[in-house]
């Protein structure tokens, strides 16, 4: 098949990746919409020429030969090798918002006067107050907040009164609003190949629209409300400057550890970082009970620091080491527990111990269905090995089925 390339259109990238290497800019995509806005402002250079003046397109772009090599000059030198039309200044680090609020990528660090903004306040009741408090108190993206943020959080938030068969965002839509769920159950359903698709729900409990706002993207999924229900809001504005900010901190810190995660090897830069995103911090002392057998999941660990000891008290053999606990596994920092539980839709098949002070990144979830779909064939491979060790201990691996 033959692809026919619109002429001007390698000129035109040549020219854009030159400025990229000399600017290097902290947001390519940014960088490129304003260097063509600037570019096409200028009329300097059409975008792509269907048929261009072989002189003028001479004049206006850079010459790259195939085999060129290095030049070997100064900075200020190769500055006048190149035609002073292509020389753009990096944009400005703010930039007015557009008609779409998802059409720029949302970069926490260049926010530099947002702290003096004023503080939103909406009113609330001491019972109310009481309510938003326990509905946010497991809300993983709040563990990282100070005392005072997670107190501001908290001013900002208003109540919404939900109806049956009402959406609460929208598939494609522009994000406006974080959600925290006091009480509902509420359908998760995703447009695929023109069909409405049911890909999970919450029950009275969870959060949802922090992805939107996070990465300034349009909602990746619809939110039915399938009786009446309440929910607490978090504007924007407030999130950005809150969650995001602190968020960004706390990417900085995570990001290089999760990377050397066995099981997050397989996913793409993006989903990681998303991973990063929805991560909270515990800690727990020695001897610390972390899950309890039979309980129900509701969390996926991975150790940070310090070891974790599974132990499992086997229901299906009696006699001493039946009516003991025995242990099954340790895991160290960057391996991970609590997956088997969310992966078969069963209560924890084993407990898990704290051996010395140790702190684990904590996924809660429905972060955890939502983000590491790509994971689990990995996860649900290792329960032919808890499986061996289960017979080794106990002569049968039918406590996983319990």
């Known amino acids: 098949m033959s692809i026919e390339i619109p002429a001007g259109l390698t000129d035109l990238l040549k020219g854009y990746t030159v400025e990229v290497l000399r600017s290097k800019p902290p947001d390519l995509v940014e960088f490129a919409i304003q260097y063509f806005s600037r570019l096409k402002e200028s009329n300097n250079l059409p975008l792509i020429s269907r048929s261009p003046d072989p002189i003028q397109t001479e004049r206006r772009v850079v010459s790259f030969k195939e085999d060129a090599q290095p030049s070997g000059l100064s900075a200020d030198e190769e500055d006048d090798v190149f035609p002073e039309e292509l020389h753009f200044k990096s944009p400005p680090p703010t930039f007015k918002r557009r008609v779409s609020v998802c059409a720029e990528a949302y970069n926490p660090d260049e926010d530099k006067d947002d702290d003096n903004e004023p503080r939103i306040v909406h009113p609330k009741s001491d019972q109310q107050r009481n309510r938003l408090q326990e509905a946010c108190k497991d809300i993983l993206l709040f563990k990282t907040?100070?005392?005072?943020?997670?107190?501001?959080?908290?001013?900002?938030?208003?109540?919404?009164?939900?109806?049956?068969?009402?959406?609460?965002?929208?598939?494609?839509?522009?994000?406006?609003?974080?959600?925290?769920?006091?009480?509902?159950?509420?359908?998760?359903?995703?447009?695929?190949?023109?069909?409405?698709?049911?890909?999970?729900?919450?029950?009275?409990?969870?959060?949802?629209?922090?992805?939107?706002?996070?990465?300034?993207?349009?909602?990746?999924?619809?939110i039915i409300a399938k009786q009446q229900g309440a929910l607490w809001a978090l504007g924007r504005a407030t999130f950005h400057r809150l969650i995001v900010k602190n968020n960004a901190k706390k990417r900085r810190m995570y990001e290089a550890f999760v990377e050397?995660?066995?099981?997050l090897k397989s996913l793409?830069?993006?989903?990681?970082?998303?991973?990063?995103?929805?991560?909270?911090?515990?800690?727990?002392?020695?001897?610390?009970l972390i899950i309890k057998q039979?309980?129900?999941?509701?969390?996926?660990?991975?150790?940070?620091?310090?070891?974790v000891k599974i132990m499992m008290k086997s229901k299906t053999?009696?006699?001493?080491?039946?009516?003991?606990?025995?242990?099954?596994a340790r895991c160290l920092r960057g391996q991970y527990?609590?997956?088997?539980?969310?992966?078969?839709?069963?209560?924890?098949?084993?407990?898990?111990?704290a051996v010395g002070e140790t702190k684990c990144l904590v996924m809660?979830?429905?972060?955890?269905?939502?983000?590491?779909?790509?994971?689990?064939?990995?996860?649900k491979r290792n329960i032919a090995s808890y499986e061996e060790q289960l017979v080794a201990l106990f002569g049968s691996s039918a406590d996983l089925s319990h």
């Open 145 to 222: 907040l100070d005392p005072e943020q997670f107190s501001e959080v908290l001013d900002a938030m208003f109540e919404k009164l939900v109806k049956p068969e009402e959406h609460i965002i929208d598939q494609g839509t522009d994000g406006d609003n974080f959600y925290v769920i006091e009480r509902g159950v509420y359908d998760i359903v995703v447009q695929k190949d023109g069909l409405s698709i049911c890909v999970g729900k919450y029950d009275n409990k969870g959060s949802f629209g922090e992805l939107a706002l996070m990465y300034n993207t349009p909602r990746a999924a619809t």
């Open 260 to 263: 050397s995660v066995p099981l």
């Open 268 to 288: 793409e830069l993006s989903e990681r970082m998303k991973i990063v995103d929805v991560l909270g911090m515990k800690s727990f002392k020695d001897g610390e």
């Open 294 to 307: 039979g309980d129900e999941a509701d969390c996926f660990y991975i150790v940070e620091s310090g070891v």
């Open 317 to 328: 053999k009696a006699g001493p080491v039946g009516n003991g606990e025995v242990e099954i």
């Open 337 to 353: 527990f609590g997956e088997l539980a969310l992966v078969t839709n069963k209560p924890r098949a084993a407990s898990a111990y």
């Open 364 to 379: 809660d979830v429905q972060a955890f269905e939502r983000l590491l779909g790509p994971c689990k064939e990995i996860m």
